[in-house]
C-alpha cells in the first residue's frame, strides 16, 4: 500500500523563512536548487514517533501572505493557483518571525482569514456537506521562526512565547518557536501538524456521519407524520361514514319497529 500523502501548506509574510522551512525538510538544505528538468519533488516521508510503520509522504508548498493583502489583480495567475492550493491543502503551517510583531500580526489575522475563506464546503468524494460553517477543517499549527536570532543576541524578540502559545490554543492548535537550519525542530513541527490534519479529519468525519444520522432520522419522522395523518384522514372519513349511515339507520329502524 503507498504510504498516506498529505499537502501542507507553509504560509507567512514574506522574509519570515518559509523557503528555509520548506527546504531544509524537503531537501535537507537552506535555499535548495530546484532544477525543474530534474523533477525536483516537494514531497519527503515522515514518521509518526507513535506510529512507527506508517511513513507519511508530505508536500510542502511556501505561500506568501503578503500578497492576499495585496491587489491580487497584480498577480491573477499566481493569485488562483494560490487559492487551489490553500483549498487542497490538508495542513497550515502559520509562520512568523519572532523578531517581528507585524509577521506574527498579518498571519493570525488576515494570512489566517485566507485559509478559512478558500476551504470546501462539501467533500469531494461524495459532495457530502462539511459539519463547519466554514467548510472542511485543518490541520494547523503556529510556528515562530529565528529563535536562534533571540538566543545569540544579535535580534530582539518582538512576540512573547507565551503570547503565541496562548492565541494558538485558543484555536485548538500547538505553537513552536525554531531556528529553520536545524531539520529535527522542523520536523518535530511537521509531525505535530500531521497529528493535528488526523484530529481535524476525524472531527469532519464524524460530523458527516451525524449530519447523516440526523437527516436519516428527520426523513423517518417525516414518513411516520405523513402515515399518521393519512391514517387520521382514514378514521375520520369512516366516522363521517358511519355518523351519515347511523342517521339512515336511525331513520330506518323505527318504521321497521313501527311496523311490527
Ligand atoms: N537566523 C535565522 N535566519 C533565518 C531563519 N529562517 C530564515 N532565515 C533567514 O531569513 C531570510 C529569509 O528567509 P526565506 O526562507 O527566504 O524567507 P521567505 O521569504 O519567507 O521564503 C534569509 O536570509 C534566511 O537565511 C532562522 O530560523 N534563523
Ligand atoms: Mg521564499
Known sequence: MPPPHRSIVVLGESAVGKTCFTDIFIQNT???FYDPTLLHTSCAALTLDDDANLPWDLYLTDISSTIFREDP??????FL??????????GVVLLYDITSLPSFTHVTTSGLAVVAANRR??????????????????????????????????????VGME?????????????????????EQVVEVLREVV??????????REG????????????RMRLENEEAKREDTNNNKERSMFAALGDSVK??????????
Request: net charge positive.
Open 30 to 32: 537552506h535555499f535548495a
Open 163 to 183: 503570547d503565541a502559545r496562548a492565541w494558538a490554543l485558543g484555536k485548538g492548535w500547538n505553537a513552536f518557536e525554531v531556528d529553520t537550519k536545524k531539520r
Open 73 to 78: 489583480r497584480d498577480l491573477p495567475l499566481n
Open 208 to 219: 458527516v456521519e451525524e449530519a447523516a444520522i440526523r437527516t436519516e432520522e428527520a426523513e
Open 81 to 90: 493557483t494560490f487559492k487551489t492550493l490553500l483549498e487542497r491543502a490538508d
Open 195 to 204: 497529528r493535528s490534519v488526523m484530529r481535524a479529519e476525524k472531527l469532519d
Open 121 to 158: 464546503a462539501v467533500r469531494k468524494e461524495d459532495g457530502a456537506a462539511y459539519p463547519e460553517a466554514a467548510g472542511q477543517r485543518f490541520g494547523c499549527v503556529l510556528v515562530g521562526t529565528k529563535a536562534d536570532l533571540v538566543e545569540s543576541g544579535e535580534g530582539r524578540r518582538q
Open 251 to 260: 331513520r330506518v329502524i323505527p318504521k321497521a319497529k313501527s311496523g311490527r
